[in-house]
Nanobody, 124 residues
């Protein structure tokens, strides 16, 4: 059974940085695509970034390009999202997700496993 557990959220001021982590267990993730999504109150879940575990291929939504960096640690089986120059519009619950098929899509429907989410709040 795949388990994903996020950590690292918090309340910060605009311009600050946060690092989110996702601890993954239950499988070998080499063929997986791992993603980060976020959901603001009253809005749909939005794709943020993904990384292909096998070769490190990454993709970002345009609004976070140059500010966020996704990475994996194959020894610790963790995925991270380094978020710099945070803006109030980055506020939301951030979810870690895993696609065992490895499609590399930005649609939430492509991801089978989800964490419980971690709250990120950026004040202006």
């Amino acid at each position: 059974q795949v388990q994903l557990v996020e950590s690292g959220g918090g309340l910060v001021q605009a311009g600050a940085s946060l690092r989110l982590s996702c601890a993954a267990s239950g499988r070998t993730f080499n063929g997986y695509v791992m993603g980060w999504f976020r959901q603001a109150p009253g809005k749909e879940r939005q794709f943020v970034s993904f990384i292909r575990w096998s070769n490190g291929e990454t993709y970002y939504v345009e609004s976070v390009q140059g500010r966020f960096a996704i990475s994996t640690d194959n020894v610790k089986n963790t995925m991270s999202l380094q978020m710099n120059s945070l803006k109030p519009e980055d506020t939301g619950v951030y979810y870690c997700a895993a696609d065992p098929v490895g499609r590399g899509w930005s649609s939430p429907e492509a991801y089978t496993y989800w964490g419980q989410g971690t709250q990120v709040t950026v004040s202006s």
